[in-house]
């Protein structure tokens, strides 16, 4: 059974920071892309950061310079590293993996609050 369980988010001061881990179990961990997406209120979740199986790393242009994903195969987990952070990083984090097999099948986590007050 695949899970992926997040953990890290909080509250935080404007400017502050935090790290985000997401473990993975039940699946091959370490050749697969993970991903970060985020969700606040009453928009749409959308990606934040992208590591692929081989450590190349995109991420979106509001957190670029801000925001590392990183990963740690030996240890099945993924990180979110998040610097300088700002009220509107407020939202319910999750940790995305895949695709898997030839149904191109995503496995989410159950989310990670994280919020930023000014």
């Known amino acids: 059974q695949v899970q992926l369980v997040e953990s890290g988010g909080g509250l935080v001061q404007a400017g502050g920071s935090l790290r985000l881990s997401c473990a993975g179990s039940?699946?091959?961990?370490?050749?697969?892309?993970m991903d970060w997406y985020r969700q606040a209120p009453g928009k749409q979740r959308e990606l934040v950061a992208h590591?692929?199986?081989?450590?190349?790393?995109n991420y979106a242009d509001s957190v670029k310079g801000r925001f590392t994903i990183s990963r740690d195969n030996a240890k099945n987990t993924v990180y979110l590293q998040m610097n300088s952070l700002k009220p509107e990083d407020t939202a319910v984090y999750y940790c995305?993996?895949?695709?898997?097999?030839?149904?191109?099948?995503?496995?989410w986590g159950q989310g990670t609050q994280v919020t930023v007050s000014s």
């Open positions: 039940g699946i091959i961990f370490s050749i697969n892309a």
């Open positions: 590591i692929t199986s081989g450590g190349t790393t």
């Open positions: 995305r993996a895949g695709p898997f097999g030839t149904t191109a099948r995503f496995y």
